[in-house]
């Protein structure tokens, strides 16, 4: 049988032997294990893989007495008890055949041998996994003999392994007996311990004896008692004695993990489990080496260990020593996946560059690098990245605004006239300047500083009144009443005054032609008062608007310019003669001769008699004794039909002995400067119909031509050099047109004087084309 040593197969063989040669000399103790070989549970013990071999003590009373086993073992507890019954019974069949004759103490000895034999437990697996799992049980090797006997013989099971081979059986028949039976105490025992055996075989159905083997039985127990009687105090073999295979040194194995049977899984692969190894620290290759030097150190050890050592006889059946079986190594228990697993101390490694780590990752090793190696790889990773910025950049200029277009002057931006330097009658004294509006200045004398101008201070009270206060049309403006001061300054012969009375009601437009006619100063300061409440208000006024239009070397003190303190220069009086003739009602004032006014008795006469002279129209007359005379006069000239304004003024005439003459020398200075002004002044044709000149500039260099829709003539003299300027009329101009389409302007001049022309498209406007779109820049 597969696990029995090749002595004990013999012993069972003897045994089996005898019992067939009928029951003549047996040993009557025999019975009881020969019923439980003939039993049908004997056939199952055929082949098992492991066979544990057990030390049986005598039991007391105290021993029948049920214990609690642990749950996990019933089975094994209930077997335990079943094969202590029977051996109680084998005990009893003994001391009943104690004084049997000394002749069949052989085949007693033989039957000792089968009886042992029986005693061997042998633990059938359910399954093929339990069968290989209990291979790996074993007994402590270890006896030490215990006082009082246990409870009964434990059974300590061991994991072994895979590897765990058959253990020796020591042969029973080289044994002596282990203890002699000497007072009828220990004999009581054994006696009850082997009645409860045989009463426990008896009740198994699967060990009940055939009626041969009990008649067998009963005689061999009437022998046995006749015989036993003589030889109460000899030493008798004890049937009990349980022999051990000496256990090698404990090894930590990995702890078996149970599994159901093929029967209940079908070999399915839910069952299927992956075992977990923790991740290990690296280990040096001294250490490796030191640790493969005592694993086979070990190995070595090993089987010397595992060698059994013939032990001398005991005197008496020791009780197992139970012993906690020893805890698996960690290894061991990482494999079965039971214990935590083990930390790794390892630090991470730096990463490695792309190249490299793509190698790793295909398992091919990077190049050696070369220059050309390098280059080409520079070019791979770079190509791509560059073409991908210029189809960016492509399509970026593609939805870019374009710039807006512009008009660029390309023909000569300048004009002279023919005919020479312009010659002026300059007066020799004072200062004074000519200018034709909107063309430009046809020249100045004199100092051009700040001096008095005298009553040509009232352009300028009549300039704020007109701002504050405008009239147009027909209309008269509002009413103004007389008050007591303007009455009371009418009296005054030191000054130009109109005779005005208290609580007279005159309209703006009547007190503006006194104002500007007669020169009346009480006018000028009811009007300031009128106007912002006090003189000295008005006359803020007065510097303000004289600092608007850009007057810098002028300052007023009074409305009437009687006071020396209000000074100027030529320059800036033409300014202020330029804002003033744009009101309407002003120009018709200063260009009357004389005028009628309600509630003052006769005609009023102009002391500005130059207004007799064709082309002339005013503006105002100024004289003191600071001042002299001074006259600042507007005239007018026809230019290819259309009337300009000439603007001049002439200051500090003073070659005459009386007031009056001083004034009438200003006023014959300057009309000899209108009427030169008036010859010189002409036209010319600074620009012919279909003249290229300039382009439209797309702003990415792209260029269309335009030209003059008509002739331009602008306004000069002699001497004269004009300048062009080609605008875009206040139109945006388009990225695209047909030619003929009229895109801008140009024009010679400012103001009243300025001319212009159209200008149009020479050929189509095209929008710029994708290589242009393409390349710019900014």
Same mark, same amino acid.
């Given at each position: 049988?597969?696990?029995?040593?090749?002595?004990?197969?013999?012993?069972?063989?003897?045994?089996?032997?005898?019992?067939?040669?009928?029951?003549?000399?047996?040993?009557?103790?025999?019975?009881?294990?020969?019923?439980?070989?003939?039993?049908?549970?004997?056939?199952?013990?055929?082949?098992?893989?492991?066979?544990?071999?057990?030390?049986?003590?005598?039991?007391?009373?105290?021993?029948?007495?049920? +214990?609690?086993?642990?749950? %996990?073992?019933? *089975?094994? #507890?209930? @077997?335990? /008890? !079943? =094969?202590? &019954?029977?051996?109680? $019974?084998?005990?009893?069949?003994?001391?009943?055949?104690?004084?049997?004759?000394?002749?069949?103490?052989?085949?007693?000895?033989?039957?000792?041998?089968?009886? +042992?034999?029986?005693?061997? %437990?042998?633990? *059938?697996? #359910?399954? @093929?996994? /339990? !069968? =290989?799992? &209990?291979?790996?049980? $074993?007994?402590?090797?270890?006896?030490?003999?215990?006082?009082?006997?246990?409870?009964?013989?434990?059974?300590?099971?061991?994991?072994?392994?895979?590897?765990?081979?058959?253990?020796?059986?020591?042969?029973? *028949?080289?044994?002596?007996?282990? /203890?002699?039976?000497? &007072?009828?105490?220990?004999?009581?025992?054994?006696?009850?311990?082997?009645?409860?055996?045989?009463?426990?075989?008896?009740?198994?159905?699967?060990?009940?004896?055939?009626?041969?083997?009990?008649?067998?039985?009963?005689?061999?127990?009437?022998?046995?008692?006749?015989?036993?009687?003589?030889? &109460?105090?000899?030493?008798?073999?004890?049937?009990?004695?349980?022999?051990?295979?000496?256990?090698?040194?404990?090894?930590?194995?990995?702890?078996?993990?149970?599994?159901?049977?093929?029967?209940?899984?079908?070999?399915?692969?839910?069952?299927?489990?992956?075992?977990?190894?923790?991740?290990?620290?690296?280990?040096?290759?001294?250490?490796?080496?030191?640790?493969?030097?005592?694993?086979?150190?070990?190995?070595?050890?090993?089987?010397?260990a595992a060698v059994p050592k013939a032990s001398a006889p005991t005197a008496a059946p020791k009780a197992p020593e139970v012993k906690a079986p020893a805890p698996a190594p960690a290894a061991a228990r990482s494999r079965?996946?039971?214990?935590?697993?083990?930390?790794?101390?390892?630090?991470?490694?730096?990463?490695?560059?792309?190249?490299?780590?793509?190698?790793?990752?295909?398992?091919?090793?990077?190049?050696?690098?070369?220059?050309?190696?390098?280059?080409?790889?520079?070019?791979?990773?770079?190509?791509?990245?560059?073409?991908?910025?210029l189809i960016v950049f492509a399509i970026v200029q593609m939805v870019r605004p374009l710039p807006p277009p512009a008009l660029t002057l390309s023909a000569d931006p300048t004009f002279t006239f023919e005919g020479g330097?312009?010659?002026?009658?300059?007066?020799?004294?004072?200062?004074?300047?000519?200018?034709?509006?909107?063309?430009?200045?046809?020249?100045?004398?004199?100092?051009?500083?700040?001096?008095?101008?005298?009553?040509?201070?009232?352009?300028?009270?009549?300039?704020?009144?007109?701002?504050?206060?405008?009239?147009?049309?027909?209309?008269?403006?509002?009413?103004?009443?007389?008050?007591?001061?303007?009455?009371?300054?009418?009296?005054?012969?030191?000054?130009?005054?109109?005779?005005?009375?208290?609580?007279?009601?005159?309209?703006?437009?009547?007190?503006?032609?006194?104002?500007?006619?007669?020169?009346?100063?009480?006018?000028?300061?009811?009007?300031?008062?009128?106007?912002?409440?006090?003189?000295?208000?008005?006359?803020?006024?007065m510097n303000a608007a004289a600092k608007d239009l850009g007057m810098t070397q002028s300052t007023y003190t009074d409305p009437s310019g009687l006071l020396d303190s209000t000074m100027s220069t030529p320059q800036d009086?033409?300014?202020?003669?330029?804002?003033?003739?744009?009101?309407?009602?002003?120009?018709?004032?200063?260009?009357?001769?004389?005028?009628?006014?309600?509630?003052?008795?006769?005609?009023?006469?102009?002391?500005?008699?130059?207004?007799?002279?064709?082309?002339?129209?005013?503006?105002?007359?100024?004289?003191?004794?600071?001042?002299?005379?001074?006259?600042?006069?507007?005239?007018?000239?026809?230019?290819?039909?259309?009337?300009?304004?000439?603007?001049?003024?002439?200051?500090?005439?003073?070659?005459?002995?009386?007031?009056?003459?001083?004034?009438?020398?200003?006023?014959?200075?300057?009309?000899?400067?209108?009427?030169?002004?008036?010859?010189?002044?002409?036209?010319?044709?600074?620009?012919?119909?279909?003249?290229?000149?300039?382009?439209?500039?797309?702003?990415?260099?792209?260029?269309?031509?335009?030209?003059?829709?008509?002739?331009?003539?602008?306004?000069?003299?002699?001497?004269?050099?004009?300048?062009?300027?080609?605008?875009?009329?206040?139109?945006?101009?388009?990225?695209?047109?047909?030619?003929?389409?009229?895109?801008?302007?140009?024009?010679?001049?400012?103001?009243?004087?300025?001319?212009?022309?159209?200008?149009?498209?020479?050929?189509?406007?095209?929008?710029?084309?994708?290589?242009?779109?393409?390349?710019?820049?900014?």
């Amino acid at each position: 049988m597969a696990g029995e040593s090749p002595d004990k197969a013999e012993q069972q063989g003897s045994s089996q032997e005898t019992a067939a040669s009928g029951g003549g000399g047996r040993d009557p103790r025999l019975s009881v294990l020969r019923e439980s070989e003939s039993s049908p549970s004997s056939a199952v013990r055929v082949d098992q893989p492991t066979a544990v071999f057990k030390t049986l003590a005598p039991r007391t009373p105290e021993d029948d007495e049920p +214990t609690t086993a642990p749950e %996990s073992e019933p *089975e094994g #507890e209930a @077997e335990g /008890e !079943a =094969e202590g &019954d029977r051996l109680k $019974a084998a005990v009893a069949a003994w001391v009943a055949t104690e004084g049997e004759p000394e002749e069949s103490e052989p085949k007693a000895s033989e039957s000792k041998a089968s009886e +042992t034999e029986t005693e061997v %437990s042998v633990e *059938e697996p #359910e399954s @093929e996994d /339990e !069968a =290989e799992a &209990d291979d790996s049980e $074993a007994e402590p090797l270890d006896e030490e003999p215990d006082d009082e006997p246990e409870d009964g013989p434990e059974e300590t099971d061991d994991a072994s392994g895979d590897e765990a081979d058959e253990e020796p059986v020591e042969d029973v *028949e080289d044994k002596a007996p282990v /203890e002699n039976v000497k &007072d009828g105490e220990d004999k009581a025992s054994s006696a009850a311990w082997f009645a409860a055996r045989k009463q426990q075989a008896k009740e198994e159905p699967s060990d009940a004896p055939s009626p041969a083997a009990s008649e067998d039985e009963g005689k061999g127990e009437g022998e046995g008692k006749g015989e036993g009687a003589d030889k &109460d105090d000899e030493p008798v073999d004890q049937p009990t004695t349980m022999f051990k295979m000496v256990r090698p040194p404990v090894v930590d194995q990995p702890t078996t993990a149970l599994k159901l049977p093929p029967s209940l899984t079908g070999d399915s692969d839910s069952e299927r489990t992956s075992v977990f190894r923790a991740l290990r620290p690296d280990i040096p290759a001294d250490q490796k080496a030191e640790k493969a030097e005592k694993a086979a150190q070990e190995a070595t050890k090993a089987p010397e260990a595992a060698v059994p050592k013939a032990s001398a006889p005991t005197a008496a059946p020791k009780a197992p020593e139970v012993k906690a079986p020893a805890p698996a190594p960690a290894a061991a228990r990482s494999r079965s996946g039971l214990s935590e697993p083990e930390r790794t101390r390892q630090q991470p490694l730096p990463p490695l560059p792309p190249l490299d780590l793509l190698a790793e990752l295909t398992n091919t090793p990077p190049p050696p690098p070369s220059a050309l190696r390098t280059t080409l790889r520079r070019l791979r990773i770079w190509t791509p990245l560059v073409l991908l910025l210029l189809i960016v950049f492509a399509i970026v200029q593609m939805v870019r605004p374009l710039p807006p277009p512009a008009l660029t002057l390309s023909a000569d931006p300048t004009f002279t006239f023919e005919g020479g330097e312009l010659k002026m009658p300059w007066p020799g004294e004072g200062q004074g300047a000519v200018e034709v509006e909107g063309v430009g200045s046809m020249g100045m004398y004199g100092a051009q500083k700040p001096a008095p101008i005298a009553s040509v201070t009232k352009t300028m009270t009549a300039y704020v009144i007109l701002r504050d206060h405008p009239i147009k049309g027909k209309q008269q403006g509002p009413e103004i009443t007389i008050d007591k001061k303007a009455a009371e300054q009418a009296k005054h012969d030191s000054e130009s005054t109109a005779p005005v009375q208290e609580g007279q009601t005159y309209t703006e437009k009547e007190l503006l032609e006194l104002l500007m006619i007669p020169s009346a100063n009480n006018v000028a300061r009811l009007l300031a008062r009128w106007d912002a409440g006090s003189e000295a208000a008005f006359v803020e006024k007065m510097n303000a608007a004289a600092k608007d239009l850009g007057m810098t070397q002028s300052t007023y003190t009074d409305p009437s310019g009687l006071l020396d303190s209000t000074m100027s220069t030529p320059q800036d009086q033409l300014k202020l003669a330029k804002a003033v003739m744009q009101y309407d009602v002003f120009r018709e004032i200063v260009n009357m001769p004389n005028v009628t006014v309600d509630g003052i008795p006769g005609r009023i006469e102009n002391n500005n008699n130059i207004l007799l002279h064709d082309g002339v129209n005013g503006i105002k007359t100024g004289s003191s004794t600071p001042a002299g005379g001074n006259l600042l006069w507007a005239a007018n000239t026809v230019v290819d039909g259309k009337n300009r304004r000439i603007l001049g003024i002439v200051m500090g005439a003073k070659d005459a002995k009386l007031l009056i003459d001083k004034l009438q020398l200003a006023i014959d200075n300057s009309l000899k400067l209108i009427q030169q002004a008036q010859k010189d002044v002409t036209s010319a044709a600074v620009v012919k119909e279909g003249q290229v000149l300039g382009y439209v500039d797309d702003g990415l260099g792209g260029r269309t031509p335009v030209v003059a829709t008509k002739e331009l003539k602008a306004v000069g003299w002699p001497g004269l050099q004009v300048k062009l300027e080609l605008t875009d009329g206040g139109k945006a101009l388009p990225h695209s047109g047909k030619a003929g389409d009229v895109v801008g302007q140009v024009s010679i001049g400012t103001g009243a004087g300025k001319v212009s022309s159209p200008v149009a498209l020479q050929k189509d406007l095209v929008e710029p084309g994708f290589d242009k779109k393409l390349t710019r820049l900014g």
